[in-house]
């Protein structure tokens, strides 16, 4: 079972609608990211917090907005997406770097997103 | 920025005989390598990491080595079964990275009966 939970898991929504996605972990990791993937490629980060500071966005488009409202949520706003947007989006979450050496990083099943 | 070579793209082996995927990594500062399984329609999941201060590590029928000087890792399966069909990607993160994972593009191994 996964221990890191997306929902919903598909969302289809109009390019002048606004939708969120939504992750949750309960590992006690301070650590999260949203990763794109495309069909047949690897997935692609986007956004990754730490201690709920962003720490590294990907040049992402701003019709993406990350939130980390907690250590436990992280949420992805979405408004205005285009077509090429549709994609699986995926979270993960891993201990902080914090000095202990990267850490392995946690899957939850993704949000399959379609953009009409 | 690092960059990730995965081969080959495609596998194919009979069940029973072992299976190897090969990644290079053009980051020297890269410490942390994970391996991932994906089956289809399923989340990634992580199956086997090895971190630079280590050259081998094994789990099972599962094998990671790592090459420093050559900065190439390779993901050795053995007995390979039907259930170890999945697309399975390599990826690289830097010491000083934030724990930002690079992967490669993904190996699709078939297990044939």
């Known amino acids: 079972d996964t221990e890191v939970t997306q929902t919903p898991k598909h969302l289809v929504m109009g390019m002048t609608n606004k939708k969120s996605l939504k992750c949750e972990q309960h590992?006690?990791?301070?650590?999260m990211y949203w990763y794109k993937q495309k069909a047949k490629k690897p997935p692609e980060l986007m956004f990754v917090?730490?201690?709920?500071?962003?720490?590294i966005n990907e040049s992402v488009p701003s019709r993406f907005s990350p939130e980390c409202p907690n250590s436990s949520l992280l949420n992805l706003h979405l408004h205005a997406l285009q077509p090429e947007d549709s994609a699986l989006y995926l979270c993960?979450?891993?201990?902080?770097?914090?000095?202990?050496?990267?850490?392995?990083?946690?899957f939850g099943d993704g949000t399959r997103l379609s953009i009409l | 920025g690092e960059n990730v070579e995965q081969h080959p793209s495609t596998l194919s082996v009979q069940e029973g005989d072992s299976a190897v995927i090969k990644c290079t990594y053009s980051?020297?500062?890269?410490?942390?390598f994970p391996w991932y399984k994906q089956e289809l329609g399923k989340r990634p999941q992580l199956i086997i990491d090895?971190?630079?201060?280590?050259g081998e590590k094994k789990d099972q029928r599962i094998a990671v080595t790592l090459n420093k000087t050559a900065k190439h890792f390779s993901l050795h399966i053995t007995e390979t079964q039907p259930e170890d069909s999945a697309v399975y990607f390599c990826?690289?993160?830097?010491?000083?990275?934030?724990?930002?994972?690079?992967f490669g593009q993904g190996t699709r191994l078939t297990i044939n009966p």
């Open positions: 993960a979450s891993s201990q902080a770097y914090a000095g202990l050496g990267n850490q392995p990083q946690h």
């Open positions: 590992m006690g990791h301070r650590a």
């Open positions: 990826a690289a993160s830097g010491f000083l990275g934030a724990q930002k994972l690079v």
């Open positions: 980051d020297s500062a890269s410490n942390y």
């Open positions: 917090y730490s201690y709920e500071k962003l720490s």
């Open positions: 090895i971190r630079s201060n280590v």
